[in-house]
């Protein structure tokens, strides 16, 4: 894709912005950002400065506008495309037809390796595997496995559960034809952010309680859980932190509009009544991210459990924080304490059958 001069332009000025020195960086970005204990990361605060004065937002009008916009934006953030890594383009048979799919091989792996099957965020309605193709490229190469991005359906045009179960149908591909693609079939995690995060916990629960197999690993980033509860974090930060109540509620509306059950725990995982067996997790949040309380609910929910489970608080950051890759330097640093906990879970091949 070309990009556009514009945003040519946008993406250079951006990251002049972040070369200059601490004190003209904080000059730009306004006095320190401090709530509930926290205090935001200053790459965060210039980066929340930069789309206030560009009027940027993650819901830019109709759905196609919303994501037009992303796709867009995407290149004023995300970075040079993460090299030596491999793509390959996938066609994933389902019962509603065709998944498409990208499998990321990092150069040179030997087979054997794992593999995470990775669900982009995107409230479930915008998003796409161009939109996070760096944040796969990124955990392909530093957690040293095979990823394979899932394109599932998208809401409104395809309500809840068509993106549910194409990410199942998605994981049993992977499991099937681990193999093929030069992975362990014992070795195969389930991840996504927000919304995608939403569809691996999810993934990992259905799989659990109907046998057979199963994620070895879930990677869990500030997943949305629970629809049906306004906590504590959802008020404090509902508005000027990237994603926003308005926001949240626009996405929900569209993915789990009139008639679905929103307690159903293929929706929200927090309210299954059983999570005990699921696979190990590692869940991170936000500090400033309205999602932030419910990922951590369920993380406790999980340890309650048994469910061995690391919780990982990135208490200065943002939501959306790993497709953030190409500004700064703290957006990275947190992706990459979340590809060392994927390494770590897929160390040890797990029968899943």
Same mark, same amino acid.
């Given at each position: ?136 490229? &990124?955990?392909?190469? *530093? @957690?040293?496995?095979? !990823?394979?991005?899932?394109?599932? $359906? /998208?809401? +409104? ?93 626009? &996405?929900?509306?569209? *993915? @789990?509009?009139?008639? !679905?059950?929103?307690?159903?725990? $293929? /929706?929200? +995982? ?84």
């Amino acid at each position: 894709m070309t990009i556009p001069a514009n945003i040519r332009v946008q993406a250079a000025a951006a990251q002049l912005l972040y070369a200059l020195p601490r004190p003209l960086r904080r000059l730009v970005a306004g006095k320190p950002v401090r709530l509930d204990g926290q205090e935001l990361a200053l790459d965060a605060q210039l980066l929340l400065r930069l789309q206030q004065l560009s009027g940027a937002s993650l819901v830019n009008g109709t759905v196609e506008h919303s994501r037009a916009a992303l796709d867009v934006s995407r290149h004023l953030v995300s970075g040079k495309p993460i090299q030596p890594v491999l793509t390959r383009e996938v066609a994933i048979p389902g019962p509603h037809g065709e998944v498409p799919a990208t499998l990321y091989t990092p150069d040179g792996l030997p087979t054997g390796s794992g593999m995470l099957v990775f669900y982009h965020g995107g409230g479930w309605v915008i998003g796409s595997r161009r939109s996070h193709d760096n944040t796969a490229r &990124f955990l392909a190469k *530093y @957690a040293g496995l095979r !990823v394979l991005s899932v394109e599932y $359906r /998208l809401a +409104p045009e395809h309500p809840f559960p068509a993106a549910q179960e194409d990410a199942l149908t998605a994981f049993d591909f992977a499991y099937e034809k681990a193999e093929t693609f030069g992975a362990d079939p014992g070795r195969i995690a389930v991840g996504g952010d927000s919304a995608g995060g939403n569809l691996a916990a999810v993934t990992a629960l259905v799989t659990t309680r109907r046998g057979g197999p199963a994620p070895a690993f879930q990677l869990l980033l500030y997943p949305a859980v629970d629809v049906t509860e306004r906590r504590r974090s959802r008020e404090l930060f509902s508005d000027g932190f990237f994603l926003t109540e308005e926001h949240m509620v626009w &996405f929900i509306d569209h *993915y @789990a509009p009139a008639g !679905v059950d929103r307690t159903d725990p $293929r /929706l929200s +995982p927090l309210l299954a009544d059983d999570v005990s067996g699921l696979p190990p997790a590692y869940i991170a949040t936000a500090g400033f991210d309205p999602l932030r309380d419910e990922g951590e609910a369920y993380a406790a929910k999980l340890a309650e459990a048994g469910v061995p489970v690391a919780l990982s608080r990135q208490a200065d950051l943002i939501h959306g924080y790993a497709n953030f890759l190409g500004i700064g330097k703290r957006f990275r640093e947190a992706l990459a304490e979340a590809a060392g906990a994927l390494r770590m879970g897929l160390s040890t091949p797990t029968s899943k059958d």
